[in-house]
């Protein structure tokens, strides 16, 4: 399931709606690029992304902006600073005969501007923050490597580019 934060901004590219878009604004296709995907697309996303995780149960995936994700940090992970997406995995938790298998947030925000940076649009960066929160049994910062091969393999059968994990390692290294 999606969740909109109603303070969430879907399409803040500038002069959307103007018939003249100002001089300088983003183009067309960029504009595209930026726009946040529609639930439903995401929704199918998620289904095919826990099917290859084999994780299931009902996941929330709630798009939200970088303040609700500081504010979710800081109280949960005791980090007082924004980040892309946080995980709430579920332990047994059943309601109305169905399974809860967690909870995922992620800051479009974020998104959008990680994006940019990569290449690519909202929607991909979306699925590769998806992605990464649905394998909240590993945790990347302590697992020897397992959660980064894990996310390699899944990426590539489901058609995304380098994922968070590689990012990171390559941030500051000359190629």
């Known amino acids: 399931m999606i969740l909109l934060d109603p303070d969430l901004d879907p399409d803040p590219t500038p002069g959307r709606n103007s018939a003249n878009p100002p001089a300088g604004s983003v183009s067309a296709s960029r504009s595209r690029d930026l726009r946040l995907p529609s639930t439903r697309t995401l929704s199918r996303f998620l289904t095919k992304a826990q099917a290859a995780v084999r994780l299931r149960g009902q996941v929330t995936v709630l798009l939200t902006t970088d303040a609700a994700l500081r504010d979710l940090n800081?109280?949960?992970?005791?980090?007082?600073?924004?980040?892309?997406?946080?995980?709430?995995?579920?332990?047994?938790?059943?309601?109305?005969?169905?399974?809860?298998?967690?909870?995922?947030?992620?800051?479009v925000e974020t998104a959008r501007?990680?994006?940019?940076?990569?290449?690519?649009?909202?929607?991909?960066?979306?699925k590769i923050l998806m992605?990464?929160?649905?394998?909240?049994g590993y945790d990347h910062e302590f697992d020897a490597g397992q959660m980064r091969r894990r996310e390699r393999q899944l990426r590539s059968r489901l058609g995304?580019?380098?994922?968070?994990?590689?990012?990171?390692?390559?941030?500051?290294k000359q190629p």
Request: hydrophobic residues 35%; contains cysteine.
């Open 131 to 136: 992605l990464h929160g649905l394998l909240a």
């Open 160 to 172: 995304l580019p380098q994922g968070l994990i590689e990012r990171a390692g390559t941030r500051g």
């Open 74 to 107: 800081r109280r949960f992970r005791g980090k007082n600073k924004p980040t892309d997406v946080l995980s709430f995995p579920a332990e047994n938790l059943v309601q109305n005969q169905e399974k809860i298998a967690g909870d995922i947030a992620i800051s």
């Open 113 to 126: 501007r990680q994006g940019t940076a990569c290449g690519h649009p909202l929607g991909t960066e979306l």
